[in-house]
Nanobody, 124 residues
Framework: QVQLAESGGGLVQAGGSLRLSCAVS????????MGWFRQAPGKEREFVAS????????IYTDSVKGRFIISRDNAKDTAYLQMNSLTPEDTAIYYC?????????????????WGQGTQVTVSS
């Protein structure tokens, strides 16, 4: 059974940083692309970032480019999302997800296993 467990969320002031982690168990981690999504109150879930299985390619949604960095440690079966220069607009529940293939991707339907989510709150 594949399981994903996020950690690292919390409350931070605007301009601050947080690092989210996503530990994966139950599948060969290094084969599959990983993604981060978020859902703010009253809004639909949106794509944030994705990284290929070997970690060589990444994609980001425009609103986080230059501020967020997605990475992975295949030896630890863990993906990360480093979030810098946070703004109140980044407040959301953040979910990691494991995809069906090796290349980075931004469509939620291409991910088949999701974590439970971790809350990120940015105060102004």
């Amino acid at each position: 059974q594949v399981q994903l467990a996020e950690s690292g969320g919390g409350l931070v002031q605007a301009g601050g940083s947080l690092r989210l982690s996503c530990a994966v168990s139950g599948r060969t981690f290094s084969i599959y692309a990983m993604g981060w999504f978020r859902q703010a109150p009253g809004k639909e879930r949106e794509f944030v970032a994705s990284i290929s299985g070997n970690g060589g390619r990444t994609i980001y949604t425009d609103s986080v480019k230059g501020r967020f960095i997605i990475s992975r440690d295949n030896a630890k079966d863990t993906a990360y999302l480093q979030m810098n220069s946070l703004t109140p607009e980044d407040t959301a529940i953040y979910y990691c997800a494991s995809s069906r293939g090796s290349s980075e991707r931004q469509n939620a339907y291409e991910y088949f296993v999701w974590g439970q989510g971790t809350q990120v709150t940015v105060s102004s």
